[in-house]
């Protein structure tokens, strides 16, 4: 699991004879990441495509563009079936005649009623204006303009102008029409010209006759006969659909895995007669590899493992495995291609040669509870095959601490119920089934811390029904510490956060160790790792020793204590003093730790030595853990005291805080033994109708915004410590992925 699954460089070496059933096999196989080949060997070149690759990416191009045109998508496929090269050639020719006529003429009607449309836009100020359209027109004498403008402006430009005699303005609530009369000299664009000047804007006058509002009438019983048969046109599509889009798909399958197998040989070197392919495969599955191609060609082709690839960070060749033929082995070469003279693909005579010094590509192995985790992982980025995966890590401590920040029974059922709809409903999208995956873990976490705090919705029913009254306990086995009596849970969290945070760093800081232990040795892992481990468990056993038991908070000793609301007996480590300065005081051993990691941090990494307070400012981040904890068990506590109303009864551990679930009661009533000292809300339920009203939608949104917020803040908190204080110590990334040669096929079959 910390590990992602071994892979191994192969080699595939033979005849161009056999390379057609090569291809097949190992495609069906679906297990080779290809090495693309990069030109480096002498009298090797990239292979030309198989016969028929241009016709495949062709057809495969037409049958996109009929999907698209249908709107095809996954969920049309219908039965799985055989696609031959017949059906390919006669059905896919009929479906894109048949398709394309009719795209066509949607294409004509949508294009015809966007005209209509643009007609009925430019009626409305003629409309407005209702004067008829055959008067707008056809004029010997006069000349006529429609359109928009300052009325005032728009007469004193005409009187002004020279080349008209006399004019008549008609006006709408919008539209302007003038009617100018010119002199005898004047041209044709007379008044047009007068016009430039007032800034008019002028329509085109529409040639048709009657009113605009018959026109406008017309125009839309236009439109709606071409909409009545673009509808039909679209319904014939849809039938279309309806029939074509199993085949599409299944079309569409055979084809891009025809295009894969024909363009296959761009990516091996190949001489006039013989071929080589390269990749990567797990390991585990080299033997099944070999085996199936030898099935199918038998010695015709060489099969080699020539590398396993070990768990290191760079990738460099002295951390691989060299498991490829002895020098002058035969069964390194490469095949002849004539069953003679064999093309050696030697560097050096002796060992085989890689195509290119790529990293192999990192298949993560996980389990399947641990799968959905890998979306969170891959956010931040695929992890480097040299290094370590932290998606278990992320599985065992993410919905733990969302759980822990949110801690309520109802909001993790809501949560689960959310995360099992997605991981249920979208098998097809990996992202949100993992998305869901993660919900469902985080909202079970939130329901079992939920149950441990006693509430439910920020009431506390299962503390009264459960802990309290089935079990006789005097509270629930933790709480979250919102009320005076229970102050001491709330700085207990922040020493539980701090604790977290100590252990969750020095697993972050011990997969480092170990990747640079691997990779150079232990005292680079020491520079680099081992600094940190020393100064930050050095730094936090002093301040939890007795050397600072004067100076420290007091609920860093008592927390744990046995009187504590932890009781495991832990006060606080001895001080294991060594000896005493004058005048800066007691050295312990613990101090001693810290400054000697800091000396082979600056020794080593003088550069990062400036950041030495970071075991300090990082382990501290963790207390946003019970920062949001509270402020969540706020938000909940404000929604249900509106609601409900809240009392306060004097105990002898400090006042409690009660809802007025079933009444609410006066100051100076009993409730279980303690007198009610303060009304802090009478609560809107206990108020007339219209106020419950009020009341039942401050209690559902309120809820609602909580369960929002739990994501926003929880969600993103818990990331954050992920991602910038666990990541960091170890995690780069950057890893490929693993892309084998084959079709996962969903809508075809070869049976």
């Known amino acids: 699991m910390l590990r992602p699954e071994q892979m191994s460089k192969v080699s595939v070496t033979g005849s161009k004879a056999v390379m057609d059933e090569v291809i ?35 057809r495969l191009v037409t049958v996109r563009s009929l999907e698209s045109i ?5 969920e049309d496929a219908g039965p799985t079936r055989i696609v031959t090269d017949e059906a390919l050639e006669e059905e896919l020719e009929e479906i894109r005649t048949r398709v394309n006529d009719l795209d066509d003429r949607r294409q004509e009607l949508r294009q015809e009623i966007r005209d209509v449309e643009d007609r009925i836009d430019a009626i409305d100020p003629f409309v407005d204006l209702g004067i008829d359209l055959d008067l707008l027109s056809g004029y010997d004498t006069l000349q006529v303009a429609v359109g928009e403008g300052n009325r005032d402006a728009i007469e004193r430009a005409v ?98 895995i025809d295009v894969q197998k024909t363009e296959a040989p761009l990516s091996f070197a190949t001489t006039e007669n013989a071929f080589i392919s390269e990749g990567w495969i797990p390991t585990e599955r080299y033997t099944a590899f070999k085996g199936a191609i030898k099935d199918a060609v038998g010695d015709r082709v060489e099969i080699e493992e020539l590398e396993r690839a070990t768990f290191k960070r760079d990738g460099s060749d002295h951390v691989r495995e060299d498991v ?94 959310i995360g099992y709809y997605l991981y249920t409903n979208f098998a097809d999208r990996p992202a949100f089934k993992s998305m869901g995956g993660v919900a469902l873990a985080a909202g079970l976490f939130t329901t079992l811390f939920g149950f441990l705090y006693g509430e439910i919705f920020g009431l506390h029913l299962i503390s009264t029904y459960f802990w309290e009254g089935a079990l006789g306990l005097a509270h629930p086995p933790i709480e979250k510490g919102l009320s005076p009596a229970g102050i001491e849970w709330a700085t207990g969290w922040l020493v539980v956060s701090v604790v977290v945070g100590i252990v969750h760093l020095n697993v972050g800081w011990i997969f480092d160790f170990v990747e640079n232990l691997e990779l150079h040795d232990f005292e680079h892992a020491m520079y680099e790792s081992g600094s940190w481990l020393l100064m930050v468990n050095g730094l936090w056993v002093w301040v939890f020793s007795d050397a600072l038991a004067g100076v420290a908070p007091e609920f860093l000793y008592t927390t744990f204590s046995s009187e504590g609301v932890l009781p495991i007996g832990f006060t606080g480590f001895p001080a294991m003093e060594l000896f005493t300065i004058p005048g800066v005081g007691p050295i312990t051993l613990p101090l001693v730790v810290f400054l000697v990691g800091l000396v082979i941090l600056a020794i080593g990494e003088p550069i990062e030595a400036v950041e030495f307070l970071n075991v300090l400012v990082n382990v501290l981040s963790y207390t946003r853990l019970a ?58 339920v206990h108020g007339d109708a219209a106020t419950l009203l009020l009341g039942l939608i401050v209690l559902v949104l309120g809820h609602g915004l909580v369960l929002a917020l739990g994501v926003t803040s929880a969600g993103l908190q818990a990331v954050r410590l992920e991602y910038v204080e666990f990541f960091n110590k170890f995690f780069d990334g950057g890893g490929r992925e693993y892309e084998p040669f084959g079709y996962e096929r969903r809508f075809t079959t070869e049976d």
Do not use: C
């Not at 480096?40 to 070149?45: A, I, K, P, Q, V």
């Open 159 to 256: 009187i002004d102008a020279d080349g008209i005699r006399s004019h008549e303005i008609f006006a709408g609530e919008d539209a302007l029409g003038i009617f100018a009369y010119p002199s005898e000299d004047a041209d044709d664009s007379a008044l047009a010209d007068a016009l430039v000047s007032a800034n008019f804007s002028s329509y085109e006058i529409p040639d048709a006759d009657g009113t605009p509002s018959e026109y406008k009438k017309e125009l839309e019983h236009e439109k709606q006969q071409l909409e009545s048969k673009l509808s039909t046109v679209e319904n014939e599509l849809d039938a279309e659909k309806m029939d074509a889009a199993g085949f599409l798909l299944a079309a569409e399958e055979k084809l891009a």
């Open 324 to 417: 490829g033929g002895a020098e002058g082995d035969a069964s390194a070469s490469a095949a002849a291609a004539d069953g003679g003279e064999s093309a050696d693909a030697r560097a050096d005579g002796g060992s085989a040669v890689v195509m290119s010094d790529d990293k192999p590509p990192t298949v993560q192995n996980n389990p399947g509870p641990v799968k959905p985790f890998e979306v969170l992982v891959q956010a931040v980025n695929r992890p480097s095959y040299y290094e370590f995966d932290p998606t278990i890590v992320l599985f065992l401590t993410f919905p733990a601490f969302f759980g822990f920040m949110i801690g309520d029974f109802g909001y993790g059922l809501v949560y689960t119920g």
């Open 24 to 58: 097949e096999t190992a495609h069906d196989l679906n297990l080779l990441h290809v090495t693309e080949y990069d030109g480096s060997w002498e009298g090797f070149y990239p292979g030309d495509p198989i016969e028929g690759a241009e016709e495949a990416s062709d």
């Open 627 to 684: 920062a949001v904890l509270l402020a969540k068990a706020g938000m909940a506590f404000t929604v249900n005291l509106l609601f409900f109303g809240v009392f306060v009864t004097e105990s002898a551990e400090g006042a409690e805080w009660h809802f007025g679930l079933g009444h609410m009661p006066h100051v100076g009533d009993m409730y279980h033994g303690h007198e009610v000292t303060e009304i802090m809300f009478g609560g809107l």
């Open 70 to 74: 249908l709107d095809v998508d996954d």
